[in-house]
């Protein structure tokens, strides 16, 4: 989820600042300064419908907003989640080492590792930064006609449109090829999901017997995961039957990209799907301040003392503790109940048994 989670916000900073006057200019310039953008307020929607019979059905929709640093991975979002009309939502707060997570079901906020949230390091990111923006602008550069770029009011939009074959192609030759089989990005994400693992078994103390063939067997089962979870991508992206691809793209009188629009139309399993992408950037490269929600020490458990069991069911959630008390209560009347049952069926003196009666 995490990496998923970066890889659109890199896409979406793809389209940052630029000073260029002519509209044209203005557009690749900003392809070009990508990696300038190191911290944003960002407002984002994805959403996934599917054509069921006619009928519209949204299987998916997520919606965030809140303010982002690239540099320190500090952040202060919220999520609305919904999926097959089941809602959820969450909140990510991290400044400096201090992390808390408002998880759904949970009903206190959980205060986790801060390098948890460490997905890549600036480094990283800018190297991925760099690589959306030198693949994009070769896609908008081979458009032609199909780019449109205009300048309306203080603001200039960019808009294209372009068909099946196109879209497959720069899906393949870029997501798959480029992304999703990069060699170097596997071996940075298994490491990190690894050294990740390692750590947590180390300080839960679970690895004191752990020898070098266990870490080894353990990277592996890393190596495992992530492969098996980019093949089920590329498999998803293989199978797709695109239709088309449009977006459209707004830069501000400030000299950065203010919006994007995206809106992809495919077949999966003979049924046509759409889905949306919007985003919005907001206060790019300028101090965020990062605020915490306002929560009592009684509101927040720690992730260590819920891994290692010291937290009750009703400290996570006291509806929860409550249907585990009366599950526990019931247990008990039926056990109680078997008590007053005989034990046996008493023989009558020839030794035969005693005949029901009807």
Known sequence: ????????????????????TDPKDAFFSALERNSEVKNAHEVAAISLVMDNEGSPYTFMDIQLEGDVSLETYDMAVKYNFSLMDIGMKMELYKKGEDALVKMPIVAKYVQMPSELFNIYNPEEMKSLQDLVSQESKSLYEQMGESLQINKKGSDIV???????????????????????????????????????????WEEYGFAEDFTEEDWASMREEAATAYDEQMDSYCEMIEKMEITSLKGQSTIGKDGYFSSS?????????????????????????????????????????KL???????????????????????????????????????????????????????
């Open 261 to 301: 629009e995206f809106e992809l139309k495919f077949s999966m399993y003979d049924t046509p799907m759409t889905m949306k992408y919007s985003a919005a950037l907001s206060n790019i490269n300028k101090v965020q301040e990062i605020s915490f929600p306002e929560v009592s020490p009684s509101g927040i458990v």
């Open 158 to 200: 960019a808009s294209f449109e372009l068909d099946g074959a196109a879209t497959k192609s720069f899906l393949t030759d870029v997501l798959v090829d480029k992304i999703l089989k990069n060699p170097e990005l596997r071996e940075k994400s298994i490491e990190q999901s690894f050294q990740s693992q390692k750590k947590t």
């Open 1 to 20: 989820m995490k990496k998923t989670f970066a890889l659109l916000l890199a896409t979406l900073l793809v389209f940052a600042g630029c000073k260029a």
């Open 304 to 358: 260590d003392d819920i891994s290692r069991g010291k937290v009750s069911v009703d400290d996570l959630n006291p509806f929860f503790g409550m249907i585990q008390r009366m599950q526990e209560e019931s247990w008990k009347d039926w056990e109680d109940s078997q008590d007053d049952l005989p034990t046996s069926v008493p023989l009558p003196e020839t030794g035969t048994p005693a005949r029901p009666s009807l």
